[in-house]
C-alpha cells in the first residue's frame, strides 16, 4: 500500500509537470505554437520574444507553481507517515520527476522546456530561504547584464553555497543542490557556446511583430 501512494505520488507529479504553459497559453490565446518559433523552447524566454510579456510571465507563474505544488502536495498527501524520515528523499526525486515532466511533457508530444522555473518552484518547496535568494541573485545579474541564461546559470552555480554555508545542513538537500547546479548549466549548453561566441541575445521586453528571435 506504501509502495502504491508513493508511486500515486510520482505520478501526480509527473501529470503536472507535463501541462505546458507555454505550449497551451499560445495555443488557447493567439493560435501559436511557441516551439515552431524563436528558439523553439516551451518556455518564459521564448514565450515573451514570440508572444510578449503578459503571456511570458503567466508562463513563469505557472511553472514556478506547478513545481511548487508538486513537491509540496506530493510529500504531504503520498509519503506515508511511516517513511517520514525518509521526506528530503521523496523531495528530490518528486522534484526530478516534475521538471522531466515539465521537459518531456506527456500532452504535448514529449517536447517542452528547459525546467528552470519548474525547478525554482521545487526548490521553493524544498527551501525557500535558499531559492529566493538564489532568485534575488538572478534578478541582479539579469537586470545588469540581460541575459536571461547567464542570469539562469548563475544562480544555479551559486546555489550549494547559499544551502551550505547560510540556510542548511542536511548533506543529502547539499548533494540535490549540486545536481542542479550541474543539471542547469548543461541544459543551457548552447547558450553558454553563444555566451561565449558573443552571439546570444539581450532579452527585450517589446515584442516584434512577425519576428522570431533566437534565444
Known amino acids: 500500500?506504501?509502495?502504491?501512494?508513493?508511486?500515486?505520488?510520482?505520478?501526480?507529479?509527473?501529470?503536472?509537470?507535463?501541462?505546458?504553459?507555454?505550449?497551451?497559453?499560445?495555443?488557447?490565446?493567439?493560435?501559436?505554437?511557441?516551439?515552431?518559433?524563436?528558439s523553439k523552447n516551451a518556455g518564459t524566454t521564448n514565450t515573451i520574444r514570440v508572444l510578449g510579456l503578459k503571456i511570458g510571465l503567466s508562463v513563469f507563474f505557472i511553472d514556478v507553481f506547478k513545481g511548487w505544488i508538486a513537491v509540496f502536495a506530493g510529500l504531504l498527501l503520498f509519503l506515508p507517515k511511516a517513511?517520514?524520515?525518509?521526506?528530503?528523499?521523496?523531495?528530490?526525486?518528486?522534484?526530478i520527476v516534475v521538471v522531466s515532466g515539465h521537459i518531456f511533457p506527456l500532452y504535448t508530444g514529449f517536447k517542452g522546456g528547459?525546467?528552470?522555473?519548474?525547478?525554482?518552484?521545487?526548490?521553493?518547496?524544498i527551501f525557500p530561504l535558499t531559492a529566493l535568494c538564489a532568485l534575488l541573485l538572478w534578478g541582479i545579474i539579469f537586470i545588469c547584464t540581460r541575459y536571461v541564461s547567464l542570469a539562469s546559470i548563475f544562480a544555479a552555480?551559486?546555489?550549494?553555497?547559499?544551502?551550505?554555508?547560510c540556510f542548511g545542513?542536511?548533506?543529502?538537500?547539499?548533494?540535490?543542490?549540486?545536481?542542479?547546479a550541474v543539471f542547469i548549466p548543461i541544459m543551457h549548453h548552447k547558450n553558454i557556446r553563444r555566451?561565449?561566441?558573443?552571439?546570444?541575445?539581450?532579452?527585450?521586453?517589446?515584442?516584434?511583430?512577425?519576428?522570431?528571435?533566437?534565444?
Do not use: H, Q
Open 1 to 38: 500500500m506504501n509502495i502504491i501512494l508513493i508511486t500515486l505520488g510520482l505520478i501526480f507529479a509527473y501529470l503536472i509537470g507535463s501541462f505546458s504553459s507555454a505550449v497551451w497559453l499560445g495555443r488557447w490565446i493567439r493560435n501559436i505554437d511557441v516551439r515552431k518559433f524563436g
Open 83 to 95: 517513511y517520514a524520515e525518509y521526506s528530503d528523499y521523496f523531495e528530490i526525486v518528486l522534484t
Open 114 to 125: 528547459k525546467g528552470v522555473a519548474t525547478a525554482l518552484g521545487a526548490t521553493i518547496a
Open 157 to 165: 552555480v551559486i546555489f550549494p553555497f547559499l544551502y551550505r554555508f
Open 169 to 180: 545542513n542536511s548533506t543529502v538537500l547539499f548533494v540535490f543542490t549540486i545536481i542542479v
Open 195 to 215: 555566451l561565449l561566441n558573443g552571439t546570444e541575445n539581450r532579452m527585450s521586453f517589446r515584442k516584434k511583430k512577425g519576428s522570431c528571435v533566437k534565444t
